[in-house]
């Protein structure tokens, strides 16, 4: 069953006058999906600084829990808002509208590759190719049914089960050091990308189309809003206790077999991206979206929301700045020894206070974000930074 689309687009705003407030330009968007992206770079950024804490600091059985929960979940979020966002910028288009919409989407897919590429330099954990990628591919279905779409995102799954059974998952891998060895070869680059990469082509692309598929719905409908929190948390929840079950199954059935090995195949963590993985993780995240849609709705004259969503609007921008956080916590780390495991939590809070303190400060000013801006004149070819004040 199709719902109708809405005319709503998170990537303009429509403001008659350049001078209108951060509060006024953001009532013509769906806030939820903004809150969305601040909470999937703040998840990001606490998933880096728990593991920097980890590998540098003291153990802490917290932590290790928040991690394992956290698995893969921001990375999920942020893929899909990117394939709904497409939707959005989509619909109620004329056909000519549609030529620069994909015009405009192969170029931004492409400026996210060169810069995933040259962010995988210091980062190996990098999504912007997939994002690169993923755009690029989009491109070519923009018109296509909701059918097609969901084809696409259960074809790009079924890519990397396949590839799973022959290739070997492992390799070029030092999972003690979780670090990815061979990157720069021809080889390892390709399989990096595409397979087994902490964020590769396949399945991660499959996240977009989805995406895109929800996006095509009316993402405000309240009804259809409980029903997709309700059947996010069923599949959520089935998911991890299949998982559990399966786990403690296989370890009686197969005593030899490395603990760690059947957590990997059976377990919900994000590497590798397996079945049980990805329904956990669209479940959760399609509960929090649709939760955050009809909070922002019914709360959209609230302060806070309007805080919250600049943040979101800026989410290219601290994806990248917050990497940079991350390895100067690690270089701190480092020179002063073990610190306690609570740092990690305190730096993550730190940091969502003020990428929400500094998006405010910044979006008063202008109407896009510095990395947001130089996107826009890439993909678009206009200048889209506008001083307000």
Known sequence: MEFSPIPTSNDHVTSNHVSASLDDRSRQRLLGIDVARAVA??????????????????????????????????????????????????????????RNVRGSLRRRG???????????LWWDGDILRVYGIGYIVASFFIQSSGRVLFIMAASCVATFLALFAVLDFERNWDFATLSYQNIWTIQGATLNLFFNGFR????????????????????????????????????????????????????????????????????????????????????????????????????????????LAASGRMAFTWYILHIGLVLGFAACCVAMGPVPAV??????????VGMTLVSNWYLRRYRFGPLEWVLRRVADGKAASVQLQ
């Open 41 to 98: 770079i703040g998840g990001m950024a606490c998933i880096h600084f728990l593991i920097i804490v980890t590998m540098f600091g003291r153990e802490s059985a917290l932590n290790e829990q928040l991690l394992k929960w956290l698995s893969g979940r921001p990375a999920t979020m942020f893929m899909i808002l990117a394939g709904i966002g497409i939707s959005l910028r989509c619909n109620h288009r004329a056909a000519h509208e549609l």
């Open 110 to 120: 492409a400026f996210f590759l060169v810069v995933g590429l040259l962010n995988v």
């Open 200 to 307: 590769a082509v396949f399945p991660w692309m499959g996240l977009l189309f989805f995406g895109m598929w929800i996006g095509r719905r009316d993402m405000r409908d309240l009804k259809l809003a409980r029903t997709a929190i309700l059947v996010g948390l069923v599949i959520w929840v089935l998911a991890e206790t299949t998982s559990m079950l399966l786990i403690s199954e296989m370890s009686k059935a197969y005593p030899k077999l490395d603990r760690e090995i059947v957590i990997a195949l059976v377990g919900t963590e994000s590497v590798p991206a397996l079945p049980l993985f990805l329904l956990s993780s669209c479940g959760f995240v399609v509960a929090v979206v649709f939760g955050l849609i009809q909070v922002c709705e019914k709360f959209c004259d609230r302060k806070i929301v309007g805080w």
């Open 343 to 352: 740092y990690g939590m305190v730096v993550t809070v730190a940091f969502m």
